[in-house]
């Protein structure tokens, strides 16, 4: 048998480290290119993309939102006997309103009116989704509810995953009567740096959803929901977002996974705890 030679052997490592570095290149290429498509799956969902509120039996009107650039989004206005406020909701990245039913149906039993809608590019909204844009979808669903005569201390926002990070920058811009932040990151990169720790992710990252830079800012009063056992979104996020956040604040701690924590925890619990927040902080104010 010939023996491989100390060129050869140099050779052969050369090839194969050029092999490594070429497949690290690509992959960074490939995370750097598709950020988008990672980040936003309005396709994602189990609900059927025609359902509406009154599948949950919850009385609604069908609106079309108008952002300051001009498109057009998919929104829904479930109003509450007696409301003791007006929810404006911000979903997370997966799916669309049709996927939220269940939570209109809980929050409307909370005795809130709640505003739901689609970001751009998600189900019937116009456009494409990014992340000022996201921004600019909160912004026209807030100044609806301004020019339907709501005050701003009668708007509690709301958001989930990443619609937290949308919430939070809408609560940034305006003052609302309370802040609601369930499963929320504190930056896209932070996320990413975990979900790939062996790649340059903070450098490659085109989004940012920094909420923990702003929550110094708001001065709204907090509730932060987070699952000690998020598989997705760890639950030291929710502990820095609430260490940052001024008083008043308040954390309901969940258990389970990122998508069915609520129901882990039970409807009940979570339920008391939101009310128990409102009823502080909301109801009279």
Known sequence: METMTM??????????????????????????????GMLYLPGYGGANKQATPADAG????????????ALQLHAWYVPARQARGVILFCHGNAGTIADRLATLELLNELGFAVL????????????????????????????????????????????????????AQLADRH????????????????????LYPLLPVR?????????????????????IVHSRDDEIIPYSHGRRLFQA???????????GGHNDAIYVSGIDYYRRGLDEFFQRYVDGV
Request: proline share 5%.
């Open 7 to 36: 060129s050869g052997i140099w050779r052969s490592a050369g090839n194969l480290v050029f092999v490594l570095l070429s497949a690290y290149a690509l992959m960074c290429l490939y995370l750097y290119f598709n950020q988008s």
């Open 58 to 69: 919850l009385v609604y009107e069908e609106l079309q939102l108008v952002t300051d650039d």
């Open 116 to 167: 739901i809608f689609d970001y751009r590019g998600y189900g019937r909204s116009d456009g494409e989704p990014s992340e000022q844009g996201t921004y600019h979808d909160a912004e026209a669903a807030w100044q609806y509810l301004r020019a339907r005569d709501y005050a701003a201390d009668e708007i509690v926002i709301m958001g989930r995953s990443l619609g937290a990070a949308v919430a």
């Open 175 to 194: 003052t609302p009567a309370a802040l609601v932040l369930e499963s929320s990151f504190t930056s896209v990169p932070d996320v990413a740096a975990q």
């Open 203 to 223: 450098l490659l990252s085109r989004f940012s959803y920094n909420t923990l830079e702003r929550l110094p800012r708001i001065q709204a009063p907090l509730l």
């Open 245 to 255: 956040a001024n008083e008043p604040k308040q954390f309901l701690p969940l258990k």
